[in-house]
């Protein structure tokens, strides 16, 4: 490999080489190392080339040796998204000005979907000595800090001596040993043999894209790039081009400080014996591939399979907790359909049935159009916009107060007069608005099969997006084509009657409940001063819509400014609180992606639920399994971290670790643990049988807990460890 030019590495060799020569010369001498320190995890040495000072020596050549056990790694300066890289305090030490400490390349390890970067089986920490005073003894001291990590993290605290009398002796086996970790210390500068360099972070800072041209072809590289504290990165998108001498990289960005101004730092390994570190020039546009991946298309078999279930997540959706609206939106059609010939009904349940398909097919192409400029998408992230929540609490208001009598709507052209209107055969607008608006109502909901038909979706073509959501309306439109079907079915429905004012009453009612669920999600997503200006405008209008006083020529035009005021006040006045974690039964914590694998790494098992205000299914999930025995108790035992991401308004690391699970609605719920470190992600509807099972299944086996209890006890860089954690 290249040798790096800089100062440090020079003096590092040159300092290195004269210990080598001593070699030549015939004398006795007796190798120095410090004591070891010896644990489960690691066995850890000072090691130094010379084993005395020579005349004027003004640096020495040392190294921090480090044996690691079977399965356990530790950390590179930048560590990744979890870890600490190791420390070491020099102040005991005697005639030492300073010293130097080089990494060498590290590699890449992925646990709980995190990628960190580091060492496992052995590594030596080239260390560039300078004396005080030239040729005088030394005396090494090092307090290490070191954090050592396999099935559980367990950070090591201990402390090195090595004393280095006057004299002219070297250790050929400790000098070899650090020339070769030496030679896997990263080139830089000239001797990196870079031609160019340019890198680009784009402007909502979710993407890292790095070029990188060099005289040396490259053949199996990996890239680790930093860019300053808090920043974390995910596995890389890695291409070559130029017969390899042109290195392309593409990072997903997991966290990102917006104050960081540092150009980024990369460094590329290829092999053992090629590694070079960088600092790219900062480009204006991201660097083009070299090249495009085919996608690999899914076979007509997976898209068969595919519709299959998704027609059977939209059938579930119908018995969903979402399914109170828009059962009592069926039932109110079914009541419309009383009076009518075969042919009628049959037409006005297909027109329902085709207000589904158009919902889902307009859906499908605004997320694929979303997709495509690089929002986030998924299913039911509608509700987390307020503007949208106001829209369907009016609706629902107005039709709620329709359905107990308020008023009547007489324009029959209008398509909002036909979604209120409870009676009547002109036309079928009102059946068409009717499966519209259930279909909207439908999608704060997951289900089982759902959640797999829409990751599906959307991470495939334009055809799996139009199949999916074509066969996910077919489900949740298969009531009313039924009835289409089989007309007759009306035909059980009783005759007119007392029983109608009743149910009419039963499903103001019911949408009376949906509104107020509304205006709760409003309180989440937009604050109490934005939903208390809503319901304030709302009633204001309702008022006007319902006035006898109140010109009718007036009232459509006064309710729709009063409509159109609360739309646009909600977003403005939006002022949200923050979610609490520790609301309810369960001791929940926030949500940190990163905070899952520190505390796998403790030993503890952590449940994480991402839910929102607007998740009926979450709801149900609460109310049915997690805050009820025994879920309840084993949630909140010892050992065990409930992790709460409320997703009720947009979150960007909540999106990000949903898609790193190929998910894109909730509820989700997934376990992680020392025996899960990838997580055991649970169905959409919880059992308790399912939770308690994945909650053992990821505890620590013994061996993990009898290590845990006889290394951390004994720690004290536990503290530091929070510390740096938090």
Request: aromatic letters at 10%; one cysteine or more; charged letters at 15%.
């Amino acid at each position: 490999m290249t040798i790096w030019r800089s100062p440090i590495r020079l003096a590092f060799c040159g300092t290195l080489a004269a210990a080598m020569f001593w070699l030549l010369i015939p004398f006795a001498a007796t190798a120095e190392v410090s004591v070891a320190h010896k644990v489960t995890a690691v066995e850890a040495r000072l090691i130094s080339a010379e084993d005395a000072v020579s005349a004027e020596a003004q640096t020495l050549s040392a190294g921090l040796d480090l044996n690691l056990a079977d399965g356990w790694k530790t950390y590179w300066r930048s560590p990744g998204e979890v870890g600490i890289p190791p420390q070491i305090d020099w102040s005991g030490s005697t005639n030492v000005a300073g010293v130097d400490f080089l990494w060498p390349a590290p590699e890449r390890f992925t646990a709980f979907g995190i990628e960190n970067f580091g060492y496992h089986d052995e590594v030596v920490f080239p260390l560039q000595i300078t004396l005080k005073d030239p040729g005088e003894p030394v005396e090494l001291r090092a307090n290490v800090k070191l954090l050592t990590c396999s099935a559980v993290c367990v950070p090591q605290d201990f402390d090195l001596a090595l004393s280095l009398p006057q004299g002219n002796s070297i250790d050929q086996v400790s000098a070899n040993r650090i020339g070769a970790f030496l030679a896997r210390v990263p080139a830089e500068g000239g001797a990196a043999g870079v031609t160019a360099a340019t890198s680009h972070i784009n402007d909502d800072f979710t993407r890292l894209t790095i070029e990188i041209a060099a005289t040396t072809a490259f053949k199996t590289p990996d890239v680790f790039p930093e860019i300053g504290d808090g920043n974390t990165l995910g596995k890389p998108d890695i291409r070559l081009g130029a017969s390899g001498r042109t290195l392309w990289a593409e990072f997903p960005i997991l966290a990102y400080m917006a104050d960081t101004d540092a150009p980024p730092r990369v460094t590329v390994t290829d092999g053992p014996d090629h590694a070079l570190t960088v600092t790219p020039d900062r480009a204006t546009t991201a660097p083009t591939p070299p090249f495009s991946i085919d996608r690999v298309v899914p076979g007509i078999d997976q898209v068969i399979w595919i519709a299959i279930i998704a027609f059977l997540g939209g059938l579930i959706l119908n018995a969903m907790p979402c399914v109170l609206p828009v059962l009592s939106i069926k039932l109110s059609s079914a009541l419309k359909s009383e009076g009518r010939g075969n042919a009628q009904v049959r037409a006005g349940f297909l027109a329902a049935a085709a207000g589904v398909m158009v919902f889902m097919w307009a859906l499908a192409a605004v997320l694929f159009a979303l997709q495509k400029i690089g929002v986030a998408v998924g299913w039911g992230l509608q509700f987390q916009s307020p503007t949208f929540l106001v829209l369907m609490l009016l609706i629902l208001g107005l039709f709620t107060a329709n359905l107990f009598g308020l008023f009547e709507f007489s324009l029959p052209a209008a398509l909002t007069t036909r979604l209120m209107k409870a009676g009547g055969t002109a036309g079928y607008g009102a059946d068409f608005a009717t499966g519209f608006f259930g279909a909207v109502m439908a999608t704060p909901c997951s289900a089982p099969f759902l959640g797999t038909a829409i990751a599906f979706a959307l991470a495939g073509r334009v055809i799996d997006i139009a199949v999916v959501f074509t066969f996910l309306g077919l489900g949740l439109a298969s009531p009313y084509l039924l009835v289409a079907i089989v007309p007759n079915v009306v035909r059980f429905v009783p005759k007119p009657g007392r029983w109608m004012i009743a149910l009419k009453a039963g499903l103001g009612i019911l949408l009376m409940g949906t509104a107020a669920w509304l205006f709760y999600v409003l309180l989440g997503v937009a604050g109490s001063r934005a939903a208390l200006t809503v319901a304030s405008l709302g009633a204001v209008m309702l008022f006007i819509a319902a006035s006898p006083w109140v010109p009718r020529s007036l009232r459509w035009p006064f309710g729709l400014a009063l409509a159109a005021l609360a739309v646009a006040a909600a977003p403005f006045l939006a002022t949200p609180a923050a979610p609490d974690a520790q609301a309810g039964k369960i001791a929940w914590v926030t949500f940190d992606r990163g905070d899952i694998a520190r505390r796998v790494s403790r030993g503890e098992v952590v449940f994480v639920g991402v839910t929102a205000d607007w998740c009926l299914t979450c709801k149900a999930n609460k109310a049915l399994v997690l805050e009820r025995d025994p879920v309840l108790s084993a949630l909140n035992s010892s050992g065990v971290t409930p992790m709460l991401a409320d997703w009720t308004r947009p979150d960007d690391a909540i999106t990000r670790f949903l898609e790193t699970n190929n998910r894109y609605g909730i509820p989700f719920n997934a376990v992680y643990g020392p025996s899960a470190p990838e997580g055991i992600i649970l169905s959409e509807i919880l059992s308790t049988q399912d939770v308690l099972a994945a909650l053992h299944a990821a505890r620590p086996g013994a061996a993990q807990a009898t290590l845990i209890e006889d290394d951390v006890k004994v720690s004290r860089f536990g503290n530091t460890l929070e510390q740096s954690a938090d």
